[in-house]
């Protein structure tokens, strides 16, 4: 049996434009600080927007899913309330670990 690892959690943030609200350059570069921050940190594993919905991804490293809750929380867009999220747990399938336990 498969017992999953810390190391193969992340956690992805799905960001959704609310309809109606407007950003601006200041809050788009209040984001970008804000993923910056994530990346010298060394939580921030991926990020970018989509190109065929209004709204982006953030994948994050984070020791639980309190911890990536209170960053995505944190991120200048929810603040301000012209995008909300939704936090998901995935778990990685990977050579180091043996595709869970499948390999």
Request: overall charge negative; aromatic content about 8%; proline content about 3%.
């Amino acid at each position: 049996m498969y017992l999953t690892r810390e190391e193969d959690i992340r956690y992805v943030i799905l960001l959704s434009v609310i309809p109606g609200k407007e950003m601006s350059e200041d809050l788009i570069r209040a984001h970008v600080g804000h993923l910056k921050e994530l990346d010298r940190q060394g939580k921030l594993v991926l990020c970018g927007p989509f190109t065929d919905y209004r709204g982006g991804m953030v994948i994050i490293k984070a020791a639980s899913y309190e911890e990536a809750k209170a960053v995505a929380e944190k991120d200048p867009y929810v603040q301000a309330g012209v995008e909300s999220y939704e936090l998901r747990t995935w778990e990685l399938s990977c050579e180091g670990n043996n595709h869970m336990g499948m390999g």
